[in-house]
């Protein structure tokens, strides 16, 4: 017997059925995307699909070269002539501007864009984290004003509260500010760091040289009290962007959205300023982060195309289900209404009219294949959770008529002509 091959170490199959290390069935998602299709059309995005692969430097532009994402993370590969270098694409935004810049969709008017799909990080998987794991981002392209800002944020709350989750999660905010802010910041921030530099550890001190913003960001518990002494970026912003920020935080407090001012909040790439934010969760152990986002007025401009004020966020799908698998309210049935099943010669094929004509009004339906006994087959319909069954037997086939069961015990059985059966299962499932 030849060795079974097994999927790739953080990479996972979607099964019809819950697994014993991964709980998130393919019904279960399908539920999920359902409701996201509805969300997204509500505020008027739409949606954009990218391919996978995209052209390495998109993602050095873009990321930054000494983003983690980058600099360890990323699949990257050369194509079969080794003249392109390719990458699996890690994020979701770079791809999505760069198809805007191509395709120039900011001509004529601002865009609202959302995507859904897989992204790729050579991480170490864990719960929550995992080397191919999802993400649903939404971008919105053309908005320089705080009011965007906070509509986004008002769209993630709406989002939780369907799902059921909004108790579990916490809304933290920070301002960034703009580039010249940032230096500002930066050169303050590497003069302190390096005072205690013998006492970073190895991530910290590669950071410091690279991007010290991320040196904040810690989860090291000894560095804790050298971050929170550290330069604050709020205190090296001007007046426009103190001015956006004050009329972004107005706008949530008008809204009833309840948030946390952290000033050590960066996000781990290089495009953000102002407005940057994060919804975490203390359900998930160390996997905390659920939706992050923020602005990246500067991007479109890094990836050739003209200057464009944006903002947008991405949450990461596994993460989210599974706060949503435990504390939350979405539904995944995709039981059948009907299943159908037949016994004696000639009554497949009446079987199968029968079944398509229940499918052309709208029902959804199983019919069983094969010979079997027909106990056999109603412990078939009973594994299926079908609402109903439909009998063709022999005496059935003979004259017309069909046999309906209400599997769930409620309005028992009956023989009806076929012409009725589908006024018979309305009557019962009303």
């Not at 091959?5 to 290390?21: A, F, R, T």
């Not at 009329?247 to 001012?261: M, N, P, Q, S, T």
Request: negative net charge.
């Amino acid at each position: 017997m030849s060795r079974k091959i097994q999927s790739v170490k953080g990479m996972n199959d979607l099964l019809p059925i819950e697994q014993k290390d991964f709980k998130l069935t393919a019904s279960f998602w399908q539920a999920f995307e359902e409701v996201v299709a509805r969300w997204t059309l509500r505020y008027g995005y739409q949606q954009i699909r990218t391919p996978i692969v995209e052209q390495t430097g998109l993602f050095v532009r873009s990321i930054g070269e000494e983003t983690d994402v980058v600099g360890k993370e990323m699949y990257t590969f050369s194509d079969s002539n080794d003249t392109l270098s390719l990458s699996l694409r890690p994020e979701g935004t770079a791809s999505c501007l760069r198809a805007v810049v191509e395709h120039n969709l900011t001509y004529a008017a601002p865009q609202k864009l959302w995507y859904m799909g897989p992204m790729f990080r050579r991480e170490r998987p864990q719960k929550g984290r995992y080397r191919q794991f999802h993400q649903v981002g939404i971008e919105a392209l053309g908005f320089p004003d705080p009011d965007i800002d906070a509509e986004i944020i008002a769209m993630c709350a709406d989002l939780w509260r369907e799902l059921g989750i909004a108790d579990y999660l916490t809304l933290e905010i920070n301002c960034l500010g703009n580039r010249e802010e940032r230096a500002a910041h930066r050169t303050a921030l590497v003069e302190y760091l390096l005072q205690y530099e013998t006492q970073l550890d190895d991530d910290s001190r590669r950071r410091l040289h690279t991007n010290p913003l991320r040196v904040l960001d810690t989860k090291n518990p000894d560095l804790q009290e050298i971050a929170n002494r550290a330069p604050r970026l709020i205190d090296f912003l001007g007046e426009a962007s103190r001015q956006h920020h004050d009329a972004f935080k107005a706008l949530l407090d008008g809204l009833g959205i309840v948030y946390v001012e952290n000033p050590r909040l960066v996000r781990g790439l290089d495009y953000y300023n102002q407005t940057v934010f994060e919804w975490t969760t203390d359900k998930l152990g160390a996997q905390a982060t659920v939706c992050g986002g923020g602005r990246y007025d500067g991007l479109m401009e890094e990836l050739g195309g003209q200057p464009t004020p944006s903002i947008g966020f991405a949450m990461g799908i596994e993460r989210l289900l599974l706060l949503v698998h435990e504390f939350g309210c979405l539904k995944a049935d995709n039981s059948p209404d009907v299943y159908v099943m037949q016994q004696g010669e000639g009554s497949t094929l009446i079987a199968m009219r029968y079944a398509a004509q229940l499918r052309a009004a709208g029902w959804n339906v199983l019919q069983h294949s094969g010979s079997q006994k027909l106990k056999n087959q109603f412990k078939r319909a009973d594994q299926s959770k079908a609402r109903f069954a439909l009998i063709v037997a022999e005496s059935e086939a003979a004259s017309g008529s069909v046999t309906l069961k209400d599997l769930q015990g409620m309005h028992g059985q009956t023989t009806v002509p076929a012409e009725q059966m589908i006024n018979q299962l309305k009557e019962w499932k009303a």
